[in-house]
């Protein structure tokens, strides 16, 4: 039986709208995996460290409040500064694609799930990107 | 609102109600949609006789809403209220049989919460026990599965799908804009009378401490161009934050 993967689910900045990050939260628990979801208005030093103190493989950042440029490469140059790059980041929310293409390319970010992104597919790409132990 | 609260006043014995037409209704797939999806929520309060109505914009699920879509969204509601003629009887629906057995079934369905709520002592012991939030939680989840499995069908996401994107126009708000707001704010710190500010922001901690009504102080202290960030500090000084079990 392997051991669950661990997931951040992180809610930065200062909208309120943590719908969306509830139910992905939810779905990842139900698909097996032990989520951690920090609540709202979290600082990227906030979330850098609860994901090394509950020692997660992934952070799922939720952002519907438009500052995903600010503060996801803040959140990406904290992981690198921490040694933390095997972390997988995704980010989901109300991003253009534009933007989108950007935290990936240029900023590591590992997927960008857009409105209508389906629960499964998360849970797939997640299951496939974080490298389990033995 | 009289028998529970032995309320005097007669007016405040009657129900007047906002209606804020739903944000979680808005899709980003094919945004021209939610102009529609709005006009008949709008339409829903204004036959349910709300007296105050704020309909969405049709790009609230992009960005904060740009001029052009606020404009069209209070276009819906002058298109309800000059050109549909709902307007001409006060309860147009009275006597529908549907209608009113919806009515007591919401209203039915409203007092079992209700007596809920009183049996875990009140809304702030329910909330202190993430009552309502794993309850909204709940509905979320519920309301996604059904949307992913083409139960419940929303037009543009899973059904009636197109392949174009349509692009809107959407607000873009300008970087320098907080530095702009940060430079008011200091000069409006400048200008004002300090003493006055420090006085009545100490009155508002004093009537909090005490609990008394802190409406009369709230409108001295804005008056005397104390921003809302010091008030909600002063209440913060007083009454602490509320941090919430999240629940998931």
Known sequence: ?134 | MRDRYGAQDERSWKLRFHTQTAGCSLTWQQPYNNVIRTAVQAMAAVLGGTQSLHTNSLDEAYALPSEHAVTLALRTQQVIAHESGVTATPDPLGGSYFVEWLTDEVERQAWEYIHRIDAMGGMIPAIEQSFPQREIADASFRFQKQVESGEAVIVGVNRFQSEEGERIELLQVDESAASRQRQKLASLRARRDAQRVAECLEALRCAAREDRNTMPLLIAAVKAYVTVGEICEAFRDVYGAWTETSVI
């Open chain 1, 1 to 134: 039986m392997p051991t669950p993967i661990r997931v951040l689910v992180a809610k930065p900045g200062l909208d309120g709208h943590d719908r969306g990050a509830k139910v992905i939260a939810r779905a990842l628990r139900d698909a097996g995996m032990e989520v951690i979801y920090t609540g709202l208005r979290q600082t990227p030093e906030m979330i850098v460290n609860a994901a090394l103190q509950e020692d997660v493989q992934v952070i799922g950042l939720s952002i519907l409040s438009g500052a995903h440029n600010a503060i996801v490469p803040r959140v990406m140059e904290l992981l690198r500064q921490k040694h933390m790059n095997d972390v997988v980041v995704v980010v989901g929310g109300i991003i253009p694609d534009e933007d989108a293409e950007e935290l990936k390319k240029k900023h590591g970010v590992a997927a960008v799930y857009q409105p209508g992104a389906p629960l499964e597919a998360i849970v797939a790409f997640l299951r496939s990107s974080v490298h389990q132990p033995a």
